[in-house]
């Protein structure tokens, strides 16, 4: 027989045991927690800034436009690879960001990346910086698949540049929007006269950057900002207004 003091002991111990552990996990819960909460207003507030300072070059969800699309598959994956880049994404955002790009890498954009630290003259701190790169870096779960931009263009189908533009127009889904000749959606502007009424430099930049000009009675940030990158063939822009230029006859 175990004496009942004994047995009094063991099950005392094993109750602060088992309380310990209780507490411990506890915390472990509350760390979880607190990081959590602590994350979510890193994302919080760097939304806050992206859409401040990055919106009108990247994007309102990092589609890109004046600048690269930093929200796709091709980004998050392979595009630290094809630079051959070494370190984390997060690491890359972090110096891109507070360097900016002073030196063009890519003639395509036109642009330098303006610097962003006070470290380099820029307009913020590198906290803020941070909580910009954990809110692109939360766009990674859900980045969509744009494919590659640096694929060679698949060919356009069509003999002329009018055919070629009107397979562009329907393929890159501006018909979804545009009305042209009687046909296609109504979210934007009908195309049928614009080459004729507003001439072809006008249709040229409402491609490439459609918030140049609103057209009137609609509204901006509507028509995708990413045409620039996303017409690749070295005639897809020309033979698009081509193709306008028709006015469908
Ligand atoms: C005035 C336009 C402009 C603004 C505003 C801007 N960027 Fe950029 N950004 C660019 C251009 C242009 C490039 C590409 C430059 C190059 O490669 O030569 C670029 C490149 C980048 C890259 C590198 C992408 C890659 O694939 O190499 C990142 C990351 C980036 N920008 C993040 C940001 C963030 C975050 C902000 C807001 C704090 C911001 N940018 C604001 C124009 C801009
Ligand atoms: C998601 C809808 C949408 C898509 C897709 C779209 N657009 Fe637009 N587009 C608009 C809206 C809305 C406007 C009017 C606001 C503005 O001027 O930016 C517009 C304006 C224009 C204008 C200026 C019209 C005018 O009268 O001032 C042209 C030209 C144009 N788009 C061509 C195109 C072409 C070409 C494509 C395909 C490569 C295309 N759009 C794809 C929504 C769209």
């Known amino acids: 027989m175990i004496d009942s003091r004994i047995l009094v002991g063991l099950l005392a111990v094993l109750i602060s045991i088992s309380g310990i552990v209780y507490v411990g996990i506890g915390e472990a819960d509350r760390q979880a927690e607190f990081t959590k909460a602590f994350q979510g207003r890193s994302i919080e507030s760097g939304a806050a800034l992206y859409t401040q300072y990055c919106v009108e070059c990247h994007g309102l969800k990092g589609e890109g436009g004046v600048g690269p699309t930093l929200n796709s598959k091709y980004f998050f994956e392979q595009r630290l ?12 955002l972090t110096l891109t960001v507070r360097g900016g ?15 962003w630290s006070v470290d380099y003259g ?3 701190r590198n906290d803020q910086i941070d909580n910009i790169v954990t809110y692109i870096m939360n766009w990674q779960e859900a980045a969509p698949d744009l494919g590659d931009p640096n694929a060679e263009p698949t060919p356009v189908p069509g003999d002329t540049p009018e055919e070629r533009g009107k397979n562009l127009f329907t393929g890159m889904g501006c018909v979804g929007c545009h009305t042209f000749n009687g046909q296609g959606g109504a979210v934007g502007p009908n195309l049928t006269e614009v ?10 930049q409402s491609i490439l950057q459609p918030n140049a000009v609103i057209a009137e009675g609609f509204q901006p940030n509507l028509m995708p900002q990413n045409f620039q990158q996303r ?19």
């Open 231 to 249: 017409l690749k063939g070295a005639t897809d822009l020309d033979d698009i207004i081509a193709y306008l230029a028709t006015g469908g006859q």
């Open 122 to 124: 820029g307009p913020l």
């Open 195 to 204: 080459y004729a009424t507003k001439g072809e430099d006008y249709v040229r």
């Open 81 to 92: 690879a094809d630079i051959g880049y070494q370190g984390s994404m997060k690491a890359f």
């Open 101 to 115: 790009r002073p030196v063009m890498s890519d003639p395509n954009y036109g642009r330098n990346m303006p610097t």
